[in-house]
């Protein structure tokens, strides 16, 4: 027999799981990309190279993940997708 409330419970808790791993995938974000900016400041004022893994990073790295994680909620490439191919095989 299945337990409805394990099963709530388990992807509650994976849900919560998936929102700290943003959360903390962006204060990692933000900490390297301050740094970055200080570097450039320091060592090469006239320049603006920190901009580019700003950039790149935010779009693939963060916007990816955000949409991943808020937005179709882990339907792509999520726990379902890995147990279906698990089951395929």
Known sequence: MVNYEDEKYKKAKQRL???KDFYSHLMVYIFVNVVLFIINIVFSPG?????????FWGVFGI??????????????????WEEKKKNNI
């Open 47 to 55: 320049t603006w190279w920190f901009i580019y893994p700003l950039a």
């Open 17 to 19: 799981e998936d929102v």
């Open 63 to 80: 916007l990816f993940h955000f949409l991943e994680v808020f937005v179709f909620d882990n339907k792509i490439f999520g726990k379902k």
